[in-house]
């Protein structure tokens, strides 16, 4: 991969997934290469009318991008990494991953609709559009009374439809919120904090993905590659990968890592809806056996 030659990168078509191209497009620019952007479409893209659960298979925003890589169309993918699943497709790696935004869950209010004096500021019987299984259930366990409808599409038609379709509020990641900088007229937006309501394994943080044999690229990309978050989401990928879930499962993981490197890690489970939420907080000063503890807790 000279500096004469183009990195192609792919990518699927909202704005924050432009965001997140445009992102390692600066990066790599940074470094002296230029880069182009691909819009691919997904199976996630194509279907709306369904909620997840009700999708076959794995990978929904991830297949049709990892299939180009592959097929030589494209040399780089651009994925917010907590859409990926736990086990790349043979020939592909992750060759790196960004910072963190803001990790957390952010609920997104109808100001005409706040109660103060409820958790999380949400009226009695509240509707919140989500398709999250995982925030479906922690919702669910703070306050039995609300009702969860099922809500897709990127920030801004979910950002419709919270008038649209009459909602109380919706739910999204901080993280999409702070890069995409929607308007939020007649919107409060109150972020839950993630070691309470726990975010989704690596939620915030761009994975790096390329050809395994791509070796020249692989190189460029670990100039681009934060360890100290790739260590924490490590874990945090490392607990779903154990529980063999994907994006489905009602798991959330949050790992920190103090200024001694002690990891401190809060976890939230439930096998299904109708389970009350399993939740775990260790510390330790070392990863091994971490990721055990951790899922031995929760099961």
């Not at 699927?12 to 390692?24: N, P, T, V």
């Not at 651009?78 to 910072?99: E, F, Q, R």
């Not at 907080?281 to 031995?296: A, G, M, P, Q, Y």
């Amino acid at each position: 991969m000279t500096k004469t030659s183009t990195i192609k990168i792919g990518t699927r078509g909202s704005k924050l997934a432009l965001w997140q191209a445009e992102y390692a497009q600066v990066k790599l620019k940074e470094l002296g290469y230029d880069a182009s952007i691909h819009i691919i479409k997904t199976k996630g893209d194509k279907i709306q009318h369904l909620s997840f659960d009700k999708i076959e298979g794995k990978g929904f925003f991830t297949k049709e991008i990892e299939d180009q890589l592959l097929e030589g169309k494209v040399d780089l993918a651009v994925h917010s990494m907590k859409d990926l699943t736990t086990t790349s497709p043979p020939g592909l790696v992750i060759a790196g991953v960004s910072y963190r935004e803001d990790p957390s869950d952010a609920l997104l209010i109808r100001t005409d609709r706040i109660d103060t004096h409820l958790d999380f500021h949400l009226s009695k019987n509240a509707k919140v559009g989500t398709s999250s299984m995982r925030r479906k259930a922690q919702l669910k366990d703070f306050r039995p009374d609300i009702e969860t409808v099922d809500i897709r599409g990127n920030v801004q038609t979910r950002l419709r439809k919270l008038f649209d379709e009459d909602l109380d509020a919706i739910m999204l990641a901080s993280a999409g919120l702070d890069r995409v900088k929607p308007e939020l007229k007649g919107i409060t937006v109150k972020r839950l904090h993630p070691k309470e309501f726990v975010p989704a394994p690596a939620q915030g943080v761009l994975a790096y993905q390329t050809l395994e044999t791509n070796k020249e690229l692989r190189r460029i990309i670990k100039k681009m590659h934060n360890s100290d978050i790739a260590d924490k989401t490590n874990i945090e990928r490392g607990v779903l990968k154990k529980m063999e879930g994907g994006c489905l499962i009602p798991l959330g993981v949050y790992c920190e890592k103090d200024a001694n490197h002690n990891y401190h890690v809060w976890a939230a489970y439930a096998p299904d809806l109708n389970t009350p939420v399993k939740r775990f907080h260790t510390s330790s000063s070392t990863k091994f056996e971490l990721v055990d503890t951790i899922v031995n807790n929760l099961r």
